[in-house]
Protein backbone atom coordinates (compact mmCIF):
# COMPACT_ATOMS: atom_id res chain seq x y z
CA UNK A 1 0.00 0.00 0.00
CA UNK A 2 1.18 3.15 -1.17
CA UNK A 3 1.80 5.52 2.08
CA UNK A 4 3.10 9.28 0.98
CA UNK A 5 5.00 9.83 4.28
CA UNK A 6 5.69 7.19 6.97
CA UNK A 7 2.75 7.63 9.49
CA UNK A 8 4.07 6.80 12.95
CA UNK A 9 1.94 3.36 14.29
CA UNK A 10 2.04 1.98 17.82
CA UNK A 11 1.03 -1.40 18.05
CA UNK A 12 -0.44 -2.17 22.02
CA UNK A 13 -0.88 -6.12 22.76
CA UNK A 14 0.43 -8.13 25.34
CA UNK A 15 0.19 -11.15 23.05
CA UNK A 16 3.92 -11.16 22.00
CA UNK A 17 3.17 -13.46 18.85
CA UNK A 18 0.16 -11.24 17.87
CA UNK A 19 1.76 -8.09 18.17
CA UNK A 20 4.83 -9.37 16.07
CA UNK A 21 2.59 -10.43 13.78
CA UNK A 22 0.82 -7.29 13.39
CA UNK A 23 3.84 -5.41 13.41
CA UNK A 24 4.98 -7.09 10.47
CA UNK A 25 2.35 -6.75 8.60
CA UNK A 26 2.11 -2.80 9.15
CA UNK A 27 5.53 -2.50 8.28
CA UNK A 28 4.88 -4.44 4.90
CA UNK A 29 1.83 -1.44 4.06
CA UNK A 30 4.72 1.08 4.49
CA UNK A 31 3.97 2.61 8.41
CA UNK A 32 6.60 2.70 10.73
CA UNK A 33 5.58 0.63 13.55
CA UNK A 34 6.36 1.07 17.48
CA UNK A 35 5.66 -1.47 20.20
CA UNK A 36 4.00 -1.57 23.58
CA UNK A 37 2.85 -4.92 25.77
CA UNK A 38 0.46 -2.95 27.49
CA UNK A 39 -1.88 0.39 28.19
CA UNK A 40 0.83 1.87 30.77
CA UNK A 41 3.69 1.07 28.44
CA UNK A 42 1.90 3.09 25.44
CA UNK A 43 0.71 5.96 27.70
CA UNK A 44 4.49 6.31 28.47
CA UNK A 45 5.73 5.92 24.95
CA UNK A 46 3.31 8.74 23.87
CA UNK A 47 4.08 11.19 26.28
CA UNK A 48 7.67 11.28 25.01
CA UNK A 49 7.30 10.25 21.35
CA UNK A 50 4.29 11.54 19.17
CA UNK A 51 2.22 8.79 17.18
CA UNK A 52 -0.40 9.13 14.35
CA UNK A 53 -2.72 6.22 15.39
CA UNK A 54 -2.35 4.04 17.84
CA UNK A 55 -3.64 0.02 17.59
CA UNK A 56 -4.73 -1.37 20.48
CA UNK A 57 -6.02 -5.30 22.22
CA UNK A 58 -9.16 -4.40 24.67
CA UNK A 59 -7.50 -7.26 27.38
CA UNK A 60 -4.28 -6.56 28.80
CA UNK A 61 -2.61 -6.45 32.68
CA UNK A 62 -1.87 -3.52 34.30
CA UNK A 63 -3.94 -1.37 32.04
CA UNK A 64 -6.60 -2.98 29.74
CA UNK A 65 -7.30 -1.00 27.07
CA UNK A 66 -10.41 0.90 27.66
CA UNK A 67 -8.12 2.64 30.83
CA UNK A 68 -5.38 3.30 28.12
CA UNK A 69 -7.93 5.06 25.37
CA UNK A 70 -9.05 7.28 28.21
CA UNK A 71 -5.68 7.83 29.57
CA UNK A 72 -4.07 8.26 26.08
CA UNK A 73 -6.96 11.15 24.85
CA UNK A 74 -6.70 13.20 28.38
CA UNK A 75 -2.75 13.21 27.73
CA UNK A 76 -3.81 13.67 23.75
CA UNK A 77 -7.47 13.81 22.46
CA UNK A 78 -6.36 14.10 18.60
CA UNK A 79 -4.60 10.44 18.58
CA UNK A 80 -7.10 7.91 16.73
CA UNK A 81 -6.89 4.65 18.51
CA UNK A 82 -8.20 1.34 16.82
CA UNK A 83 -9.10 -1.19 19.74
CA UNK A 84 -8.91 -4.91 18.75
CA UNK A 85 -10.99 -7.57 20.99
CA UNK A 86 -11.64 -11.58 20.63
CA UNK A 87 -14.26 -10.15 22.91
CA UNK A 88 -17.08 -9.67 20.25
CA UNK A 89 -20.02 -8.43 22.65
CA UNK A 90 -22.19 -5.41 21.77
CA UNK A 91 -21.11 -4.05 25.03
CA UNK A 92 -17.66 -4.72 25.16
CA UNK A 93 -17.83 -2.68 21.61
CA UNK A 94 -19.95 0.64 22.75
CA UNK A 95 -17.55 0.64 25.80
CA UNK A 96 -14.49 1.11 23.54
CA UNK A 97 -16.14 3.71 21.48
CA UNK A 98 -17.49 5.88 24.51
CA UNK A 99 -14.27 5.72 25.80
CA UNK A 100 -12.89 7.23 22.65
CA UNK A 101 -11.79 4.83 20.64
CA UNK A 102 -11.84 5.87 16.35
CA UNK A 103 -13.06 2.09 15.92
CA UNK A 104 -13.53 -1.46 16.98
CA UNK A 105 -12.20 -4.58 15.55
CA UNK A 106 -12.42 -8.37 16.18
CA UNK A 107 -10.21 -11.07 16.90
CA UNK A 108 -8.71 -12.99 14.59
CA UNK A 109 -8.69 -9.76 12.82
CA UNK A 110 -10.23 -9.18 9.19
CA UNK A 111 -6.81 -7.24 7.63
CA UNK A 112 -8.91 -5.63 4.69
CA UNK A 113 -10.75 -4.06 7.09
CA UNK A 114 -8.06 -3.40 9.11
CA UNK A 115 -6.34 -1.65 6.50
CA UNK A 116 -9.54 0.42 6.01
CA UNK A 117 -10.17 1.59 9.35
CA UNK A 118 -6.64 2.38 9.71
CA UNK A 119 -6.66 4.50 6.38
CA UNK A 120 -9.72 6.45 7.86
CA UNK A 121 -8.13 7.08 10.86
CA UNK A 122 -5.05 8.70 9.63
CA UNK A 123 -7.43 10.33 7.32
CA UNK A 124 -9.33 11.89 10.14
CA UNK A 125 -6.26 12.97 11.30
CA UNK A 126 -4.74 14.76 8.39
CA UNK A 127 -8.28 16.30 7.57
CA UNK A 128 -8.86 17.64 11.58
CA UNK A 129 -5.24 19.30 11.11
CA UNK A 130 -6.07 20.97 8.14
CA UNK A 131 -9.75 22.23 9.37
CA UNK A 132 -7.78 23.62 12.59
CA UNK A 133 -4.98 25.33 10.29
CA UNK A 134 -8.16 27.16 7.92
CA UNK A 135 -10.14 27.54 11.24
CA UNK A 136 -6.72 29.62 12.44
CA UNK A 137 -6.13 31.36 9.32
CA UNK A 138 -9.62 32.54 9.10
CA UNK A 139 -10.05 33.82 12.23
CA UNK A 140 -6.66 35.71 11.88
CA UNK A 141 -8.24 37.53 8.60
CA UNK A 142 -11.72 37.78 10.51
CA UNK A 143 -10.20 39.58 13.23
CA UNK A 144 -8.69 41.73 10.72
CA UNK A 145 -12.46 42.45 9.13
CA UNK A 146 -11.43 41.06 5.51
CA UNK A 147 -15.07 41.04 4.72
CA UNK A 148 -16.50 40.18 1.41
CA UNK A 149 -17.57 37.09 -1.20
CA UNK A 150 -16.96 39.07 -4.13
CA UNK A 151 -15.28 37.35 -7.08
CA UNK A 152 -12.25 40.62 -7.03
CA UNK A 153 -12.13 39.85 -2.52
CA UNK A 154 -12.26 36.01 -3.39
CA UNK A 155 -8.60 36.00 -5.33
CA UNK A 156 -6.99 38.78 -3.04
CA UNK A 157 -7.90 36.70 0.11
CA UNK A 158 -6.50 33.83 -2.20
CA UNK A 159 -3.06 35.84 -2.89
CA UNK A 160 -2.75 36.65 1.06
CA UNK A 161 -3.11 33.42 2.09
CA UNK A 162 -0.51 32.25 -0.10
CA UNK A 163 2.28 35.53 0.53
CA UNK A 164 1.59 35.84 4.15
CA UNK A 165 3.69 32.66 5.19
CA UNK A 166 6.52 33.50 3.27
CA UNK A 167 9.28 36.70 3.97
CA UNK A 168 8.39 38.73 0.51
CA UNK A 169 8.37 42.26 0.96
CA UNK A 170 5.01 43.04 -0.12
CA UNK A 171 3.51 46.51 -2.55
CA UNK A 172 -0.22 47.15 -1.70
CA UNK A 173 -1.54 49.62 -3.96
CA UNK A 174 -5.32 50.62 -4.04
CA UNK A 175 -7.20 53.95 -3.68
CA UNK A 176 -7.74 55.75 -0.24
CA UNK A 177 -10.05 54.00 2.31
CA UNK A 178 -10.00 50.32 0.17
CA UNK A 179 -8.23 48.54 2.87
CA UNK A 180 -4.79 48.85 2.32
CA UNK A 181 -3.88 48.75 6.13
CA UNK A 182 -6.61 46.01 6.92
CA UNK A 183 -4.67 43.64 4.11
CA UNK A 184 -1.17 44.57 5.86
CA UNK A 185 -2.79 43.57 9.21
CA UNK A 186 -4.13 40.19 7.90
CA UNK A 187 -0.69 39.43 6.16
CA UNK A 188 1.49 40.21 9.58
CA UNK A 189 -1.11 37.71 11.07
CA UNK A 190 -0.31 35.20 8.40
CA UNK A 191 3.10 34.92 9.28
CA UNK A 192 5.69 33.35 11.17
CA UNK A 193 6.41 37.05 13.17
CA UNK A 194 2.80 37.36 14.36
CA UNK A 195 3.88 37.22 17.96
CA UNK A 196 6.35 40.27 17.11
CA UNK A 197 5.33 43.74 16.34
CA UNK A 198 3.62 45.18 13.18
CA UNK A 199 4.55 48.85 13.10
CA UNK A 200 2.77 51.05 11.00
CA UNK A 201 4.40 54.39 9.37
CA UNK A 202 2.38 57.16 7.33
CA UNK A 203 4.81 58.63 5.38
CA UNK A 204 2.65 61.00 4.49
CA UNK A 205 2.02 62.41 7.96
CA UNK A 206 5.38 62.87 9.00
CA UNK A 207 7.58 66.42 7.94
CA UNK A 208 10.18 65.72 5.71
CA UNK A 209 12.90 67.25 7.97
CA UNK A 210 11.72 64.14 10.88
CA UNK A 211 11.07 60.94 8.71
CA UNK A 212 14.71 60.36 8.76
CA UNK A 213 14.41 60.37 12.57
CA UNK A 214 11.08 58.46 12.33
CA UNK A 215 12.24 55.89 10.62
CA UNK A 216 16.47 55.24 12.18
CA UNK A 217 15.98 57.10 15.30
CA UNK A 218 18.26 59.23 16.84
CA UNK A 219 20.95 60.04 18.95
CA UNK A 220 20.47 62.64 21.92
CA UNK A 221 21.71 65.71 21.09
CA UNK A 222 21.75 65.18 17.31
CA UNK A 223 19.63 68.18 16.32
CA UNK A 224 18.04 70.63 18.17
CA UNK A 225 15.39 69.73 20.64
CA UNK A 226 17.05 66.04 20.84
CA UNK A 227 17.31 65.79 24.66
CA UNK A 228 17.05 61.96 24.67
CA UNK A 229 17.92 59.08 22.64
CA UNK A 230 14.71 57.81 20.30
CA UNK A 231 14.20 54.31 18.38
CA UNK A 232 13.16 54.73 15.49
CA UNK A 233 10.25 52.69 13.42
CA UNK A 234 12.64 50.10 12.14
CA UNK A 235 14.47 49.25 15.25
CA UNK A 236 10.70 48.83 16.93
CA UNK A 237 9.69 46.41 14.20
CA UNK A 238 12.61 44.41 14.85
CA UNK A 239 11.80 40.48 14.48
CA UNK A 240 8.39 42.06 13.61
CA UNK A 241 6.68 43.74 10.01
CA UNK A 242 7.07 47.77 9.31
CA UNK A 243 4.29 48.88 6.73
CA UNK A 244 5.43 51.63 4.84
CA UNK A 245 2.16 53.64 4.38
CA UNK A 246 1.92 56.07 1.62
CA UNK A 247 5.00 55.19 0.74
CA UNK A 248 4.55 57.60 -2.65
CA UNK A 249 4.93 60.48 -0.48
CA UNK A 250 8.38 60.07 0.81
CA UNK A 251 10.99 62.44 -0.50
CA UNK A 252 13.52 61.48 -3.16
CA UNK A 253 16.61 61.70 -0.86
CA UNK A 254 15.10 59.36 2.09
CA UNK A 255 14.10 57.06 -0.82
CA UNK A 256 18.06 56.41 -1.38
CA UNK A 257 18.46 55.64 2.37
CA UNK A 258 15.29 54.04 2.57
CA UNK A 259 16.94 51.89 0.00
CA UNK A 260 20.00 51.05 1.48
CA UNK A 261 18.71 50.17 4.94
CA UNK A 262 16.72 47.65 2.82
CA UNK A 263 19.74 46.17 0.89
CA UNK A 264 22.22 46.00 3.67
CA UNK A 265 19.73 45.19 6.45
CA UNK A 266 21.44 48.20 8.65
CA UNK A 267 20.33 51.00 9.87
CA UNK A 268 22.02 54.27 11.24
CA UNK A 269 20.49 56.72 13.78
CA UNK A 270 20.65 60.44 12.66
CA UNK A 271 24.03 61.62 14.74
CA UNK A 272 25.10 57.92 15.22
CA UNK A 273 27.67 56.48 12.89
CA UNK A 274 27.41 52.77 14.20
CA UNK A 275 25.09 50.32 12.00
CA UNK A 276 22.92 48.43 13.68
CA UNK A 277 21.34 45.35 11.92
CA UNK A 278 17.26 45.00 11.99
CA UNK A 279 15.43 42.10 10.86
CA UNK A 280 12.31 43.46 9.39
CA UNK A 281 9.67 42.58 6.94
CA UNK A 282 8.51 45.47 4.61
CA UNK A 283 4.84 45.72 3.80
CA UNK A 284 4.66 49.07 1.02
CA UNK A 285 0.87 50.87 0.76
CA UNK A 286 0.33 53.51 -1.87
CA UNK A 287 -2.91 55.16 -3.64
CA UNK A 288 -0.82 56.76 -6.29
CA UNK A 289 0.35 55.68 -9.43
CA UNK A 290 4.18 54.37 -9.28
CA UNK A 291 4.17 53.75 -12.95
CA UNK A 292 3.68 57.45 -13.50
CA UNK A 293 5.85 58.42 -10.57
CA UNK A 294 8.85 56.40 -11.94
CA UNK A 295 8.23 58.14 -15.24
CA UNK A 296 8.02 61.44 -14.29
CA UNK A 297 11.31 60.75 -11.89
CA UNK A 298 9.84 61.33 -8.61
CA UNK A 299 10.12 57.67 -7.46
CA UNK A 300 13.61 55.76 -7.86
CA UNK A 301 13.12 52.44 -10.17
CA UNK A 302 15.94 50.45 -7.86
CA UNK A 303 13.10 51.40 -4.74
CA UNK A 304 10.11 50.21 -6.51
CA UNK A 305 11.69 47.23 -8.04
CA UNK A 306 12.99 46.25 -4.15
CA UNK A 307 9.80 46.62 -2.80
CA UNK A 308 7.98 45.60 -5.75
CA UNK A 309 8.46 41.53 -5.13
CA UNK A 310 4.91 40.82 -4.70
CA UNK A 311 2.21 43.36 -5.76
CA UNK A 312 -1.17 43.34 -4.63
CA UNK A 313 -3.92 45.79 -5.73
CA UNK A 314 -6.73 46.07 -3.40
CA UNK A 315 -10.27 46.56 -5.77
CA UNK A 316 -12.29 49.75 -5.47
CA UNK A 317 -15.54 49.58 -3.40
CA UNK A 318 -17.30 50.27 -6.47
CA UNK A 319 -15.97 47.54 -8.47
CA UNK A 320 -17.10 45.05 -5.60
CA UNK A 321 -20.69 45.87 -5.27
CA UNK A 322 -21.92 42.43 -4.24
CA UNK A 323 -19.83 43.12 -0.73
CA UNK A 324 -21.74 46.41 0.20
CA UNK A 325 -24.65 44.20 1.83
CA UNK A 326 -21.97 41.75 3.99
CA UNK A 327 -20.14 44.93 4.82
CA UNK A 328 -23.07 46.86 6.03
CA UNK A 329 -24.40 44.12 7.74
CA UNK A 330 -20.47 43.69 9.26
CA UNK A 331 -20.46 47.63 10.43
CA UNK A 332 -23.96 47.64 11.38
CA UNK A 333 -23.18 44.52 14.36
CA UNK A 334 -19.86 46.31 14.90
CA UNK A 335 -21.45 50.35 15.51
CA UNK A 336 -24.97 48.65 17.12
CA UNK A 337 -22.81 47.27 20.08
CA UNK A 338 -20.81 50.36 20.31
CA UNK A 339 -23.53 52.78 20.67
CA UNK A 340 -25.73 50.20 22.67
CA UNK A 341 -28.12 49.74 19.71
CA UNK A 342 -30.49 46.74 18.17
CA UNK A 343 -29.77 47.46 14.57
CA UNK A 344 -31.25 44.71 12.50
CA UNK A 345 -29.67 45.97 8.89
CA UNK A 346 -31.28 48.50 6.00
CA UNK A 347 -34.57 48.51 4.07
CA UNK A 348 -34.60 47.86 0.45
CA UNK A 349 -35.02 51.09 -0.57
CA UNK A 350 -31.75 52.17 1.64
CA UNK A 351 -29.52 49.56 0.73
CA UNK A 352 -31.35 50.17 -3.07
CA UNK A 353 -28.71 54.20 -2.77
CA UNK A 354 -26.18 52.03 -1.36
CA UNK A 355 -26.03 49.63 -4.24
CA UNK A 356 -26.00 53.03 -6.68
CA UNK A 357 -23.29 55.56 -4.97
CA UNK A 358 -19.99 55.01 -6.68
CA UNK A 359 -18.51 55.53 -2.96
CA UNK A 360 -15.26 57.51 -3.82
CA UNK A 361 -13.92 56.83 0.00
CA UNK A 362 -14.44 53.50 -0.48
CA UNK A 363 -15.08 51.23 2.52
CA UNK A 364 -14.00 54.35 4.90
CA UNK A 365 -16.47 56.01 3.78
CA UNK A 366 -19.00 53.24 3.64
CA UNK A 367 -17.80 52.63 7.43
CA UNK A 368 -18.93 56.18 8.13
CA UNK A 369 -22.15 56.05 6.61
CA UNK A 370 -23.12 53.58 8.54
CA UNK A 371 -21.95 54.53 11.97
CA UNK A 372 -23.57 58.13 10.99
CA UNK A 373 -26.80 56.41 10.81
CA UNK A 374 -26.89 53.88 13.30
CA UNK A 375 -25.97 57.05 15.74
CA UNK A 376 -29.10 58.61 14.07
CA UNK A 377 -31.66 55.79 14.01
CA UNK A 378 -34.58 55.51 16.27
CA UNK A 379 -35.86 52.56 15.04
CA UNK A 380 -34.88 48.59 13.98
CA UNK A 381 -33.73 49.41 10.27
CA UNK A 382 -31.73 52.20 8.57
CA UNK A 383 -33.89 53.85 6.05
CA UNK A 384 -33.29 56.54 3.05
CA UNK A 385 -33.67 59.50 5.72
CA UNK A 386 -30.74 58.54 8.08
CA UNK A 387 -28.15 58.18 4.82
CA UNK A 388 -26.65 61.75 4.12
CA UNK A 389 -27.86 63.94 1.21
CA UNK A 390 -25.69 62.87 -1.03
CA UNK A 391 -27.40 59.26 -1.20
CA UNK A 392 -30.71 60.83 -0.73
CA UNK A 393 -30.02 62.86 -3.88
CA UNK A 394 -29.96 59.30 -5.69
CA UNK A 395 -33.67 58.74 -5.56
CA UNK A 396 -35.36 62.23 -6.48
CA UNK A 397 -38.21 59.78 -7.51
CA UNK A 398 -38.89 58.55 -4.09
CA UNK A 399 -38.97 62.18 -2.61
CA UNK A 400 -41.41 63.18 -5.53
CA UNK A 401 -43.52 60.97 -7.02
CA UNK A 402 -45.66 62.09 -9.88
CA UNK A 403 -48.96 62.85 -8.81
CA UNK A 404 -50.61 59.46 -9.90
CA UNK A 405 -48.65 57.78 -7.77
CA UNK A 406 -49.51 59.77 -4.68
CA UNK A 407 -51.63 58.58 -2.19
CA UNK A 408 -54.46 61.48 -3.45
CA UNK A 409 -54.79 58.80 -6.13
CA UNK A 410 -56.27 56.43 -4.18
CA UNK A 411 -58.29 58.67 -1.91
CA UNK A 412 -59.79 60.26 -4.78
CA UNK A 413 -61.51 56.71 -6.16
CA UNK A 414 -59.07 57.67 -9.48
CA UNK A 415 -56.95 54.27 -8.81
CA UNK A 416 -56.19 51.26 -6.85
CA UNK A 417 -53.17 49.84 -4.91
CA UNK A 418 -53.05 46.91 -7.39
CA UNK A 419 -52.81 49.36 -10.16
CA UNK A 420 -50.49 51.99 -8.34
CA UNK A 421 -48.30 48.24 -8.22
CA UNK A 422 -48.67 47.76 -11.74
CA UNK A 423 -47.43 51.86 -12.98
CA UNK A 424 -44.64 51.47 -10.56
CA UNK A 425 -43.60 47.72 -11.89
CA UNK A 426 -43.57 48.98 -15.64
CA UNK A 427 -41.67 52.49 -14.65
CA UNK A 428 -38.75 50.00 -13.15
CA UNK A 429 -38.74 48.06 -16.18
CA UNK A 430 -38.39 50.43 -18.81
CA UNK A 431 -36.02 52.68 -16.40
CA UNK A 432 -33.63 49.12 -16.62
CA UNK A 433 -34.50 48.30 -20.42
CA UNK A 434 -36.66 45.82 -19.19
CA UNK A 435 -33.69 44.38 -17.41
CA UNK A 436 -36.05 41.78 -15.05
CA UNK A 437 -33.19 41.58 -12.53
CA UNK A 438 -31.96 45.31 -12.02
CA UNK A 439 -35.52 45.72 -12.15
CA UNK A 440 -36.50 43.53 -9.28
CA UNK A 441 -33.72 44.67 -7.15
CA UNK A 442 -34.78 48.30 -7.43
CA UNK A 443 -38.17 47.39 -6.28
CA UNK A 444 -37.19 44.99 -3.17
CA UNK A 445 -38.72 41.87 -4.86
CA UNK A 446 -37.22 38.44 -5.85
CA UNK A 447 -36.70 38.04 -9.99
CA UNK A 448 -39.45 34.70 -9.17
CA UNK A 449 -41.72 37.34 -7.59
CA UNK A 450 -41.67 39.75 -10.65
CA UNK A 451 -41.92 37.19 -13.74
CA UNK A 452 -45.12 35.79 -11.81
CA UNK A 453 -46.96 39.42 -11.61
CA UNK A 454 -45.62 40.14 -15.43
CA UNK A 455 -46.82 36.72 -16.24
CA UNK A 456 -50.87 37.70 -14.66
CA UNK A 457 -50.59 41.18 -16.40
CA UNK A 458 -50.31 39.08 -19.61
CA UNK A 459 -53.28 36.91 -18.47
CA UNK A 460 -55.31 39.75 -17.99
CA UNK A 461 -54.83 41.35 -21.48
CA UNK A 462 -56.08 37.88 -22.56
CA UNK A 463 -58.80 36.89 -19.96
CA UNK A 464 -60.21 33.90 -22.59
CA UNK A 465 -56.93 32.25 -23.31
CA UNK A 466 -56.74 28.56 -21.43
Not at 29 to 57: Q, T
Not at 273 to 280: A, G, K, Q, R
Not at 338 to 344: L, W
Not at 351 to 372: A, C, F, K, S
Request: charged share 25%; proline share 6%; net charge negative.
Amino acid sequence: MAVPRKSQILVVDDDQAHRLMLATLLEEWGYRIHEALDGLEALEFIRHSPVDLVVMDMRMPRMDGIDATREIHRYNPAVPIVIMTAYSSIPSAVEALKSGAFDYLTKPLDFEALRLVMERALEHTSLKEENEGLKRQLARFQTHEMVGSSPAMERLMEMVALVAPTEATVLLTGESGTGKGMIARAIHAGSSRREKPLVEVNCAAIPETLIESELFGHEKGAFTGADRMRRGRFSMADGGTLLLDEIGELPLPMQAKLLRALQEGEIQRVGSDISLPVNVRIIAATNRNIQQMLAGGSFREDLYYRLNVVALEVPPLRERTEDIPILVQHFCSHFSKRYHKAVKGMTPQAMDLLLRYHWPGNIRELENVVERSVILLQGDYISPRELPLPLQSLAPEIEAEPAEFSPDVLASGRGTLAEMEKRLILKSLEETGWNKSEAARRLGITRRTLKLKLRRYEEEKSPGRP
